[in-house]
């Protein structure tokens, strides 16, 4: 198996604060797979955005903010 992202687009993706919501697409090369979605401050605000979201082939990822 693969690795699905780098340690690098996860540092780069992950917010100083709040919650980044992010997609991956596997189309892409390594390195590059890794694409934001939108910044939440609330917890509650970015679950609900990532259950809505309507493509059931898509591949989400919650990243919480570091502080």
């Known amino acids: 198996m693969s690795v699905d ?3 690098e ?5 992950t917010p100083d604060s ?4 992010c ?3 596997y189309f892409e090369s390594l390195g590059r797979r890794l694409y934001l ?3 939440y401050e609330r917890y509650q605000d ?3 955005a990532k259950k809505e979201r309507e493509n ?5 990822i919650l ?3 570091s502080s």
């Not at 687009?9 to 993706?13: C, G, H, N, R, Y």
């Not at 709040?18 to 919501?21: A, I, K, V």
């Open 63 to 65: 990243y919480k903010g």
């Open 18 to 21: 709040g919650f980044n919501l």
């Open 46 to 48: 970015a679950l609900k």
């Open 5 to 7: 992202v780098t340690e």
């Open 56 to 60: 059931p082939n898509e591949y989400l």
């Open 9 to 13: 687009e996860k540092k780069t993706l």
């Open 37 to 39: 979605i939108r910044h």
């Open 23 to 25: 997609g991956i697409d």
